[in-house]
Every structure is written in C-alpha cells, then in structure tokens.
Nanobody
Framework: QVQLVESGGGLVQAGDSLRLSCAAS????????MGWFRQAPGKEREFVAG????????DYADSVKGRFTISRDNAKNTMYLQMNSLKPEDTAVYYC???????????????????WGQGTQVTVSS
C-alpha cells in the first residue's frame, strides 16, 4: 500500500515557477511507475508527466514539454514536478499517481494507476 500526499501548489502569475512534491509512505514507492495528472474545472483528468521506477526515463504531455521537469528520489520516497514558464491554461488541480504495473507514459490512463494523492491546486493568473 502506498499513500501519496501532494504539496507545493499555489497562486502565481504567468511566467512564474512552482515546484510540486509528492511524498509517499509505504515500502513500494520505488516499485511504482509514477505520474503527474491534472484536472481543470469541467475537464477530464489528463496526463502531465511520468517517470519510470528507477527515474531513468520520463515522458511529458506536449503541452508542458520543455517547461515542466519530473524527477524522483527513491531514497526520500518523493517525486517532484518543476513547473517553469507557467501559463493560465496550466491552472488545475494536480495529482500524483503510482502504478504498480510500472505505467508512466503519455499513453497511460487513469485506470493504469493504483494510488492517487488528494491533489494540490495550481492557479496561474494572466
């Protein structure tokens, strides 16, 4: 069992940066492919970025590629999302998710992930 807790969200202006963290409890964090998803009001939850169990491979949605960087520290049971050059369209609740089957990429689905955090709000004003 893995419990995930996101932090680091907030209200920023366009062009600013934020760093989200996802702290995991439990022994299986390093066994999970991990992902960041987001959900804006009235929209479906969408994939943002993902990372393999070891951290050796990453994948990004086209909308954030070049602006966001995902990373993980298995020794600290923590995953991160560095978000730069934020845009108003990045406004959403951001969720971290863990997949025991190792899913992590842009073609993964919500149902591919076994564990979810409660979400953290990111609001970008223009």
């Amino acid at each position: 069992q893995v419990q995930l807790v996101e932090s680091g969200g907030g209200l920023v202006q366009a062009g600013d940066s934020l760093r989200l963290s996802c702290a995991a409890s439990g022994r299986t964090f390093s066994s999970c492919g991990m992902g960041w998803f987001r959900q804006a009001p009235g929209k479906e939850r969408e994939f943002v970025a993902g990372i393999t169990r070891s951290g050796g491979n990453t994948d990004y949605a086209d909308s954030v590629k070049g602006r966001f960087t995902i990373s993980r520290d298995n020794a600290k049971n923590t995953m991160y999302l560095q978000m730069n050059s934020l845009k108003p369209e990045d406004t959403a609740v951001y969720y971290c998710a863990g997949s025991l089957r190792g899913y992590f990429g842009r073609y993964s689905y919500v149902n591919d992930y076994d564990y979810w955090g409660q979400g953290t709000q990111v609001t970008v004003s223009s």
